[in-house]
């Protein structure tokens, strides 16, 4: 299978050729530094994809409504703690929506603040 046809390193401002998105140095600089780009990344997108489905299948109830003895489908995976890069399982907990949403507002006042 060819290459593909080398194209200038998206780092702005670096004219190094490349094949891949960033040249090596920038490559490895994008991944040590760049954690929020990750989330637009399809690599990212489509492991947080598996881990969610891993952890509803393995707990399907919403763990907030359980407290309050209610049983009621999990829809969505919570990071407890907030912080959307920390996938790891124990800061991972199953919510319905109607949780998920009221954990968000008030943790930061809604989606995308």
């Known amino acids: 299978m060819p290459f593909r046809a080398p194209h200038l390193c998206n780092y702005p401002g670096c004219k190094t050729p490349t094949q891949h998105r960033f040249c090596e140095l920038h490559q490895k600089l994008y991944w040590a530094t760049d954690n ?3 989330k637009n ?16 299948s393995e707990e399907p109830l919403c763990r907030m409504c359980k407290a309050e003895n209610i049983t ?13 890069m920390n996938n790891n399982r124990e800061n991972l907990q199953p919510l319905c ?4 949403s009221a954990k968000t507002v008030l943790e930061n006042g809604g989606f995308g603040r």
């Open 36 to 38: 929020k780009a990750r």
């Open 41 to 56: 990344d399809h690599h990212y997108v489509s492991s947080w994809g598996k881990l969610s489905r891993m952890i509803l």
């Open 72 to 84: 009621k489908q999990a829809e969505c995976v919570d990071h407890i703690d907030g912080d959307s």
């Open 97 to 100: 929506w109607s949780h998920h």
